[in-house]
């Protein structure tokens, strides 16, 4: 797809449901009894992955659009999948779902597509284990395909050697199946959506510090879930909206979780103008629509707790960055380089291509703003959120921008193009 940069950029925009919550309401709904109705679900396909590999367990899920109905089969009533589980592109389903399967009756293999056949699965594999799980690589490289056999689980205390939402709640989606108390503690709090609609469900899981505790013993009970907007999506118009002169855009129905919200701190840090407006709680998380207009933006540190609140849109801050007078330091952001692509070689790499001054480190990059942008050929390398970033980048870069790859977004945000071309007209 070719990008060209745009004078205008104006109105309002509604982004899709979150991507994480979405995943969850489907695992959560699916062993929780009764029938879960989902609105505002987000049909990418990471989350259609997630809904066709616990249909293929049993569970009987009508989705149309962002409407799903999921009939729930409770804690215990998951059968055994004729195939092999497909995760696709979604690092989401393939570790949530090995801790759902950990402590089932039946024995499971579960792959995915050749970019999640690359990314670490032993940081799951060690805790499972730890709680008696028989989870294993296939190919013996800490990779999918993952051979799991359902066992008798027992509580642990783990402390995670990253932060990440998804090993948490791997360990303590097992602990709803293992018997006493399970308990992750992490360097910094990750995302906590599993923490939330769990209890929102019904289970007992409490939080002090930078620990989660699981409490079993407690069915699931299905509830409706009002899916806000993805917050990783609305970083786009975000970053757009600062970076295009005159640029004014209202982004409706925005998830605010302070575990997410990394990336309104940062562009208020970087003198971004954004205002918060019709603040409100949908489904136990809070939302809010979003305002952005264009602003000149000076350049930051960003590193340490606040990391993990905005690790997907670190992408996109970087390509922001670049607009900013004076330098951008990212750090303690090494988890970049096991997403869906190499995230800091890949910026690194493409943004030196349009022209910018960026140097990659060790755990992140360092961004010497204030040259001009001008177009490139980017690979995407199938990663939704780089196609995303380098679209908008283009939107203030001399001369076209040509992407590879781009209906990639797909995964996250199908009318991503659509969206943002009606935004310039
Ligand atoms: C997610 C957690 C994050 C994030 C991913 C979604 C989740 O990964 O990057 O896009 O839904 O739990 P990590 O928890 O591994 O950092």
Do not use: W
């Amino acid at each position: 797809m070719i990008f060209s940069p745009v004078t205008r950029l104006r109105g309002e925009v509604k982004v899709p449901g979150d991507k994480s919550i979405s995943h969850r309401s489907v695992m959560f709904g699916s062993i929780a009894r009764g029938t879960t109705e989902i609105t505002g679900f987000l049909p990418g396909a990471d989350c259609l992955s997630t809904i066709s590999c616990f249909k293929n367990m049993g569970v009987a899920i009508e989705q149309d659009g962002e409407h799903v109905l999921v009939h729930g089969s409770g804690l215990y009533g998951l059968k055994a999948p004729e195939k092999v589980l497909d995760c696709g592109n979604s690092g989401t389903t393939t570790r949530l779902i090995s801790g759902i399967l950990a402590g089932q009756d039946f024995d499971v293999t579960l792959t995915g597509d050749a970019s999640i056949q690359k990314r670490p699965m032993r940081r799951i594999i060690d805790p499972l284990t730890q709680m008696g799980a028989s989870i294993s690589s296939i190919p013996g490289n800490g990779c999918a395909p993952l051979a799991i056999r359902g066992q008798r689980l027992h509580g642990i205390h783990y402390n995670s050697p990253v932060a990440s939402a998804q090993v948490k709640s791997a360990i303590l989606l097992a602990g709803l199946y293992a018997e006493g108390k399970t308990c992750v503690t992490e360097p910094y709090v990750s995302r906590n959506h599993s923490e939330l609609m769990l209890n929102y469900f019904g289970a007992d899981v409490q939080t002090e510090g930078t620990t989660a505790c699981l409490h079993p013993g407690k069915e699931l009970c299905a509830r409706p879930v009002n899916v806000p907007g993805d917050i990783s999506s609305a970083a786009f118009f975000l970053a757009a909206g600062l970076i295009v002169p005159h640029a004014e855009i209202l982004i409706r129905n925005v998830g605010i979780n302070p575990t997410r919200d990394g990336i309104i701190r940062v562009c208020r840090e970087m003198g971004g103008d954004i205002t918060l407006l019709n603040e409100d709680f949908h489904s136990a998380e809070p939302t809010a629509d979003i305002l952005v207009r264009h602003k000149s933006l000076h350049g930051t540190e960003i590193g340490g707790a606040i990391i993990p609140t905005l690790i997907d849109e670190l992408p996109v801050l970087a390509a922001m960055a670049c607009f900013a007078e004076g330098t951008t330091i990212i750090r303690d952001a090494a988890e970049l380089k096991v997403k869906e692509s190499n995230r800091i070689a890949v910026m690194v790499h493409h943004l030196t291509a349009m022209g910018a001054d960026v140097e990659e480190t060790e755990d992140g990059m360092i961004i010497h703003g204030g040259k001009p942008l001008h177009g490139a050929l980017i690979d995407s390398h199938l990663d939704h959120r780089i196609a995303m970033t380098f679209a908008v980048a283009a939107l203030n870069a001399e001369g076209q921008t040509e992407i590879t790859g781009a209906e990639c977004v797909n995964i996250s945000y199908p009318n991503f193009y659509q969206d943002l071309k009606k935004l310039s007209q």
